[in-house]
Nanobody, 126 residues
Framework: QALILESGGGLVQAGDSLRLSCVVSGRTFSNYALGWFRQAPGKDREFVALILWSAENTDYANSVKGRFTIARDNAKNAVYLQMNSLKPEDSAIYYC???????????????????WGRGTQVTVSS
């Protein structure tokens, strides 16, 4: 089972930027897709971004497209989420997740991801 640890959350103002990091151990990191999800109080967990093992292939939720960028560094077993032009509605706990299978495209559904971190809180004030 993978160990996933997120960091980088915090309290910022609208329009600011944050960079979330996710470090993974226990897997051959370079063979796995990684995803970012978020969950606000009282809402379902929602897909934010995905990056495949090849790194060239990414996917974003419409709500963050053009503002967020996902990237990975296989040498560091890390995936990042650069968040720019943050809005109050971006406030949530952000989770990093990976599927159970290598070279598997998990898509946007949370139930396609078997391993999750504990999350990092992002709060954007207006």
């Amino acid at each position: 089972q993978a160990l996933i640890l997120e960091s980088g959350g915090g309290l910022v103002q609208a329009g600011d930027s944050l960079r979330l990091s996710c470090v993974v151990s226990g897997r051959t990191f370079s063979n796995y897709a990684l995803g970012w999800f978020r969950q606000a109080p009282g809402k379902d967990r929602e897909f934010v971004a995905l990056i495949l093992w090849s790194a060239e292939n990414t996917d974003y939720a419409n709500s963050v497209k053009g503002r967020f960028t996902i990237a990975r560094d296989n040498a560091k077993n890390a995936v990042y989420l650069q968040m720019n032009s943050l809005k109050p509605e971006d406030s949530a706990i952000y989770y990093c997740a990976m599927p159970d299978r290598e070279h598997y495209y998990p898509g946007r559904r949370a139930d396609e991801y078997g391993d999750w971190g504990r999350g990092t809180q992002v709060t954007v004030s207006s």
